[in-house]
């Protein structure tokens, strides 16, 4: 009995077809009897073919003599595969015909012809592979859409992007809104993601499948840069972890969104092994606000939080209602929990104190009045936007200048005696030039630091960053006085 076996992976015009194939064989066998084996939409880089199994339990079992193909590449294109497949047949003494290349396996020029075939079948696979591996590598830095799920917020539209056609995100109003929510939300201070799952399951916010939003992929999304408006603060961020950057950084004008790719044993967690290119879509949430959140998963990958230099920023702020003290902090042992007392009943002056107040519910409760405050002042006005991409535009000139030198450092490293004069001058003059921006972004800062409510609202999206020291002076813009009653707390605020 005869073995006719045929593969087809893709069905397509210019691919000879299976029935074609067992036409080669059976005109091969000249009238033999035979069983045919198919496998339809399968590769042949292994042998997980439900056809190629039959065939090799029906010669385990006795039944065929000999396996006859149009193409040798139709029954494998591995040369491992291939040469476990050749060893079973010749254990039960099953011959190998090619209808279209004439092989003699009885012979050991036939048998090395038929290896040397198969070898050059696996060359064709794998390089058919790399082709299209290194078509979807160029692509994806070209910034084109490479398909997968689209993030919750977006859809995709069909453009044509340097003549080619693509794809780009499209907000989805209704679903942006709850985006918007919950970047706003998780920037603030001790939220984890389980509280920001609970908070929008409370405010009826659901999935494209209209269930709940859990935690893990709330964490996808909020570390996924399509959502941010990539300016300089995101080049330099992704810079400063490693991150492969194709687009240089005058491109990140905060206006774009941004595609993270991981390599090979990369994590985009980690943001360890990965590249970053600009998209073509624009970006919903301010560089501030994203980066906020990001560093906050970041920080929630590694072990304990930092040290702090008081211990609440708090102390020298909040007085006792009753005697007019300070509240000072006090530890029920170490490292346990942190409450407040009445100075005054420290030191017995007839205070009775406020009884039991837990520090940290105490420094989120401010918190919320500072956010709540500064919630009601005006929006952005056009002169801080300009502001902003004033200062942009300086530290993106910054970012290129480092981009520049670090050229002209790798160039040194070959270059001629004349040669090194001339770049140690350039390099020189373009240290300088970092220098005059660096202090130029620093008197902006120095200047816009407590000053506005505006500028007090921006810090509050990385107050989970802040130090107490920092925390401190930010709530000395914006507190005169907090007095602290049994029942209540009341504010004094500076505008």
């Not at 090619?98 to 092989?103: D, G, L, M, V």
Request: net charge positive; with cysteine.
């Amino acid at each position: 009995m005869y073995g006719l076996y045929a593969r087809q992976s893709v069905e397509k015009q210019d691919s000879i077809s299976v029935e074609s194939q067992l036409e080669f064989c059976r005109f091969e066998i000249k009238g033999q009897a035979f069983r045919t084996y198919i496998d339809r939409g399968f590769s042949g880089k292994d042998t997980r073919r439900p056809g190629f199994e039959a065939l090799m339990e029906d010669i385990r079992r006795g039944e065929i003599q000999a396996v006859v193909v149009y193409k040798l590449d139709r029954i494998s294109r591995s040369i491992v595969d291939f040469s476990n497949m050749m060893e079973v047949f010749q254990s039960y003494g099953v011959s190998f015909i090619s209808s279209t290349e004439k092989f003699d396996t009885s012979t050991p020029i036939g048998r090395a012809m038929l290896n040397l075939c198969a070898v050059f079948a696996q060359l064709e696979r794998e390089t058919i592979q790399k082709r299209v591996s290194d078509a979807y590598r160029s692509r994806s830095q070209k910034g084109f859409y490479m398909g997968g799920r689209v993030p919750f917020g977006f859809r995709v539209e069909q453009i044509k992007m340097d003549g080619i056609s693509t794809s780009r995100y499209q907000p989805v109003k209704e679903e942006i809104r709850w985006v918007k929510e919950m970047f706003s939300f998780y920037a603030q201070q001790e939220v984890s993601l389980g509280e920001l799952a609970q908070y929008l399951k409370e405010l009826g916010a659901v999935n494209r499948q209209g269930k709940a939003f859990c935690p893990a992929r709330l964490g996808e999304l909020i570390r996924n840069p399509v959502y941010v408006k990539a300016d300089g603060k995101v080049y330099q961020f992704f810079r400063d972890r490693g991150v492969r950057l194709l687009d240089p950084p005058g491109w990140y004008t905060g206006e774009r969104g941004c595609y993270l790719y991981q390599e090979e044993k990369g994590s985009k967690a980690a943001l360890t092994g990965c590249l970053a290119v600009l998209a073509p879509h624009r970006g919903i949430i301010d560089s501030d606000t994203w980066l906020a959140c990001r560093r906050k998963c970041l920080e929630h990958r590694r072990a304990g939080p930092k040290g702090t230099e008081k211990s609440s920023w708090l102390v020298g702020k909040v007085a006792c209602g009753i005697c007019g003290s300070s509240l000072a902090v006090r530890k029920k042992g170490e490292g346990g929990t942190r409450y407040f007392v009445c100075g005054g009943r420290i030191r017995h002056n007839g205070c009775e104190g406020l009884g039991t107040i837990r520090a940290r519910e105490l420094e989120e409760f401010i918190y919320q009045r500072i956010v709540e405050k500064l919630r009601r002042t005006p929006a952005v006005s056009a002169e801080d936007a300009g502001r902003k991409e004033a200062d942009n535009r300086i530290l993106l000139q910054k970012l290129e200048l480092e981009r520049q030198i670090e050229e002209l450092t790798s160039q040194a490293a070959g270059a001629g005696k004349a040669l090194m004069g001339y770049l140690s001058q350039k390099a020189e003059e373009l240290e300088r030039k970092k220098y005059s921006l660096e202090k130029n972004l620093e008197h902006k800062t120095t200047l816009k630091r407590g000053k506005t409510p505006q500028s007090l609202a921006e810090a509050l999206t990385v107050w989970n960053m802040f130090s107490n020291q920092e925390k401190s002076l930010v709530a000395d813009s914006v507190i005169e006085k907090i007095t602290i009653f049994k029942d209540k707390a009341e504010l004094s605020w500076r505008y």
